[in-house]
Nanobody, 127 residues
Framework: EVQLVESGGGLVQAGGSLRLSCAAS????????IGWFRQAPGKEREGVSA????????YYADSVKGRFIISSDNAKNTVYLHMNSLKPEDTGVYYC????????????????????WGQGTQVTVSS
């Protein structure tokens, strides 16, 4: 079965950095796009970034553009989210998820386009 395991979250001061990892198994890695989402208490789940494994196309939400970088290590079936210049509003549970919708519609932040989800990792950014 498809499994996604997030790691790398933690507590960091504003302006600091974290690297999140999404380790994938149970599917052909290159056939998928991988997205990162986040959810703060009382808020909707928000698409943050995504990457097409086959060609490296990326998507970034405007709120993180220029601060976050998504990348993949295909030999390890792992996607990373490098988060820099973190702000308190970046706080939330971060999830990775798979999509095949990108073949038809390109990468995007719509969670309905994503089929399999990890359990999430908490990111807390203090003021």
């Amino acid at each position: 079965e498809v499994q996604l395991v997030e790691s790398g979250g933690g507590l960091v001061q504003a302006g600091g950095s974290l690297r999140l990892s999404c380790a994938a198994s149970g599917f052909i890695f290159e056939d998928f796009g991988i997205g990162w989402f986040r959810q703060a208490p009382g808020k909707e789940r928000e698409g943050v970034s995504a990457i097409s494994i086959s060609d490296g196309e990326t998507y970034y939400a405007d709120s993180v553009k220029g601060r976050f970088i998504i990348s993949s290590d295909n030999a390890k079936n792992t996607v990373y989210l490098h988060m820099n210049s973190l702000k308190p509003e970046d706080t939330g549970v971060y999830y990775c998820a798979t999509t095949t919708d990108h073949w038809e519609n390109g990468l995007g932040p719509d969670p309905f386009a994503y089929d399999n989800w990890g359990q999430g990792t908490q990111v807390t950014v203090s003021s």
